[in-house]
């Protein structure tokens, strides 16, 4: 089985546990730009889960739609903030990271943050060049670049340029000049060139 395939189906075991109790989500990663692409191997997934009123926090929520799943246990780093789910039931088992919506992606996750492909939310187009952009501007990972630069030459026109932080833009423009084309046929659609 190929490494996309194995992501997608944890992916969507995850996704119907999160359904079933009711919690917003998204996944993300390179298996987006996997999947978009026909690729059968990638090594990026994180889900993007939103808070909520009774139990708050994210990474609560997650615990709890799957506690009663054999296929599924979770790690809590504290110290680190990070919370990993493992699934697994293929061999090796597949590990998703969660993030909070807000830190990483939207703060909301609804019909104009999230698309769904092979009946899996993941987050749409902007937004996912938008949290590329945020994390290459931290790791400055060669993924995240070519991430960003192939659902840009490809998906362009589908950005919305207002979900796009124009100064980190700008700067990943320079530092890939290969991503300068479709960025300033953005920034030419919306009338800012």
């Known amino acids: 089985m190929n490494e996309t395939r194995r992501l997608l189906e944890a992916a969507s075991a995850l996704s119907r546990l999160l359904v079933a109790s009711h919690v917003s989500h998204a996944f993300y990663g390179s298996v987006f730009t996997a999947i978009l692409a026909n690729i059968p191997q990638c090594e990026e997934i ?29 790690t809590l780093s504290p110290w680190t903030n990070r919370l990993h789910v493992t699934y697994r039931r293929p061999i090796p088992a597949v590990e998703i990271e ?27 187009i902007s ?14 990972s060669d993924r995240d670049a070519q991430d960003i630069i192939y659902v840009l030459s490809r998906y362009w026109n589908r950005v919305d340029i207002n979900r796009i932080p124009e100064q980190d833009m700008n700067y990943f423009a320079t530092r890939h000049t290969s991503s300068q084309p479709w960025w300033l046929a953005l920034k030419r659609k919306y009338g800012m060139s």
């Open 98 to 124: 969660i993030l909070p919506a807000g830190e990483a992606g939207p703060r909301r996750l609804d019909a104009s943050t999230v698309v769904k492909i092979q009946g899996i939310p993941f987050l749409a």
């Open 46 to 74: 994180y889900c993007i889960v939103e808070g909520g009123q009774h139990p708050g926090h994210a990474f609560r929520r997650v615990r709890d739609a799957v506690a009663d799943s054999d296929d599924f246990s979770t």
């Open 127 to 140: 937004e996912f060049v938008r949290a590329k952009l945020k994390s290459w501007m931290i790791r400055m």
